[in-house]
């Protein structure tokens, strides 16, 4: 089994940051793409900005210059530094991956999911 774990959330005021980690275990063989999306009460779930694991980034134009990926690949982990937060921002924040796992039937990639961390930004 592979599970992806996130931590970092929580309140902050406008203009402040957090810091996003998601971290993958679990009998894996590679993590290709990982990404970060966020959905609010009634709304769909965007996509907020994702990185291969050579480091090419790709990110949403609303938080171009104040949100940057990263990851660790030998920690298998993922991070969202989040800068000048504003309120429209709060969320839930999951993150994902395209993981190879050992014991699949066939080597393949297949999404997994975390279970979601709590963004607050209060005006």
Known sequence: QVQLV???GGLVQAGGSLRLSCTASGRIVNIATMRYWRQTPGRQRDFVASIEP??????????????????????????L???????DETAVY???????????ARPTYNQYWGQGTQVT???
């Open 54 to 79: 050579i480091g090419t980034t790709n990110s949403a134009d609303s938080v171009k210059g104040r949100f940057t990926i990263s990851r660790d690949n030998a920690k298998d982990t993922v991070y």
């Open 94 to 104: 999951y993150c994902n991956a395209d993981i190879m796992r050992i014991g699949g």
């Open 6 to 8: 996130e931590s970092g």
């Open 121 to 123: 930004v209060s005006s």
């Open 81 to 87: 530094q989040m800068n000048s937060l504003k309120p």
